[in-house]
């Protein structure tokens, strides 16, 4: 799919870019290596075919550098490219400080690419990725939430999730 060949360019034109290129080897081995080779304050984990906002990230780092938490999460759209359609994904508005449960709208919201993560709140804790075929961000999302002090949530649509790919497998 080309995905070495961008990451190549980005970390061409961007020194913080650092392409990692491994055999293919499932979404929870990636993200492992991914989250075990992070060195900067916050990560986050993209999908290799959806698309975020200019200035995403900033914007979630504010919110995390503001409230002071090690988990903040942004809204999202779900779109087709072949049907046109589109649809907010559980969206909620700005918030600090939330607790996971006390915060019962999130169960909804438990898709890692939604999120930053604090890099060292997720090395300490080592968050395991699980190799299964779905459902594995979450497991890592009900990790992460119930070990978190607190969490905020920014209001705007950072991250377009591209829905076409994302076939319900027949067995899990």
């Not at 034109?13 to 990636?30: E, K, Y």
């Not at 169960?107 to 968050?127: C, D, G, L, P």
């Not at 920014?154 to 377009?160: D, G, K, L, P």
Request: proline letters at 3%; charged letters at 25%.
């Amino acid at each position: 799919d080309k995905t070495g060949e961008v990451t190549d360019r980005y970390a061409k034109l961007d020194s913080r870019v650092r392409p990692i290129h491994q055999d293919n080897a499932g979404a929870g081995i990636t993200r492992a290596r991914g989250q075990e080779l992070a060195r900067k304050k916050y990560m986050h984990f993209l999908d290799g075919d959806d698309v975020l906002s200019k200035g995403a990230f900033k914007t979630l780092v504010d919110k995390a550098e503001t409230d002071k938490v090690d988990m903040v999460c942004g809204n999202a759209v779900v779109f087709s490219d072949k049907t046109y359609n589109t649809r907010n994904y559980f969206p909620h508005p700005e918030a600090s400080n939330l607790l996971f449960q006390d915060a019962k709208r999130y169960w909804k919201s438990k898709v890692m690419w939604r999120w930053i993560f604090n890099t060292e709140f997720v090395q300490k804790n080592a968050f395991p990725h699980f190799h299964y075929k779905m459902g594995q961000d979450v497991l890592y999302m009900y990790m992460a939430l119930t070990k978190v002090r607190s969490f905020s949530q920014v209001a705007e649509q950072f991250y377009y999730f591209r829905q076409e790919h994302k076939s319900t497998p027949s067995t899990v």
